[in-house]
């Protein structure tokens, strides 16, 4: 069986391994390549990391989604920092007290990065064992989850067990897909699930929370070249990311015009356009405004372009703001400013 050629691989010391299972977590391989390349030129080491500012962080992690996964590196790498000398412990109870290190990545760092008989189930491991041993039960449930991390154990050899780990991951992930592919298994005769033929009923899950529709009048304000953003709150989904001010309606969106005296700027017309991110589905409505002058208000600032480009931005404000620049430069010649 043929394994994928990922870059975490080539060298798995243990903060490499740490970072590309973080980002792997709801996040598709091809997607994670770059953004992993990038982040280990820009974060060499754990220390390098926890010296970096929280907007650094969040703005290496931009389009990754799911913002809650850097911050928890963050937080994680300057606690290592602190009580680790920037080294990650190779015991699972010292790395489980890490801030965002799950069970998987803990038995992941442990199996490919010191190469411990550690079991790191992920979602494909759950597939192939769940169908392997024709486990029927839920498979969140804590007790499935030990059973799995036990016959994962049980499978993996004294010699070189990462081997045999790393295989169950790309079995998962290349063979026993969601759709499985049985005829090309290797492992078809010992699949309990396939002999019964429920290989397609398996993994047992619970039903996704379902998603959230949204509606969102954005406005872009602008004078003097700046433009009116304000920074998402913590806790809040977007925390760190920056965001035009958005309104749920259009009569908020209006008060808040005639509040701050702007006028609608309809030299511009941005489409609306759905964008999708946890588990919301929103419609962003952009609208340009013009302000007389930048008027000083709280939680808010005015950010000039050039500024706008280093801030760490939500995805869809991100979009709307790279049409908007490209509007701009089409109008008039040349780059905005
Ligand atoms: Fe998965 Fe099919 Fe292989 Fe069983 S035989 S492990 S269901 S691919």
């Keep these: 069986m043929a394994k994928r050629d990922l870059p975490w691989r080539k060298h798995p010391t243990p903060y490499a391994v740490w970072i590309s299972e973080v980002m792997l977590q709801q996040t598709q391989v091809a997607v994670v390549i770059p953004y ?103 498979v969140s449930k804590t007790s499935t989850q030990k059973q799995l991390r036990q016959l994962t154990l049980e499978l993996l050899p004294d010699d070189e067990p990462w081997v045999i780990m790393e295989a169950l991951i790309e079995l998962g992930a290349t063979v026993c897909q969601k759709q499985p592919k049985c005829a090309l298994c290797p492992i078809q005769k010992q699949c309990l699930a396939f002999q019964s033929g429920k290989e397609r009923q398996l993994p047992v899950k619970i039903a996704r929370p379902s998603i959230t529709a949204l509606t969102r009048y954005v406005s872009i304000v602008m004078t003097q070249g700046s433009l009116l953003v304000r920074r998402g709150g913590e806790g809040k989904v977007m925390a760190g990311l920056y965001e035009f001010p958005y309104f749920e309606s259009q009569e908020e969106q209006s008060q808040f015009a005639r509040t701050l005296d702007l006028k609608t700027n309809l030299e511009h017309k941005i489409p609306s356009f759905t964008h999708s991110f946890t588990r919301y589905r929103a419609t962003l409505h952009p609208s340009m405004w013009k302000a007389a002058r930048k008027i000083a208000l709280s939680g808010f600032e005015w950010a000039t372009w050039k500024e706008l480009e280093e801030l760490p931005f939500s995805s869809g404000h991100r979009r709307i703001l790279r049409h908007i620049k490209t509007e701009i430069e089409n109008a008039h010649g040349h780059p905005a400013h």
């Excluded at 911050?71 to 300057?78: E, L």
């Excluded at 412990?89 to 790395?95: C, I, M």
């Excluded at 010191?114 to 024709?134: C, P, T, W, Y």
């Design 36 to 138: 992993f390349k990038r982040w280990m030129e820009r974060f060499p080491s754990i220390s390098a990391l926890a010296e970096a500012s929280s907007e650094e962080v969040i703005k290496a992690w931009e389009g990754l989604g799911y913002y809650s996964r850097a911050r928890q590196i963050h937080a994680g790498a300057k606690y290592v920092a602190a009580h680790c000398q920037g080294i990650l412990p190779q015991q699972a109870e010292e790395l489980s007290k890490i801030k965002g290190l799950g069970p998987y990545t803990v038995g992941a760092i442990l199996s490919f990065a010191f190469h411990q008989k550690a079991a790191a189930v992920d979602g494909n491991v759950v597939r192939v064992l769940s169908r392997l041993f024709l486990i029927e039960q839920e």
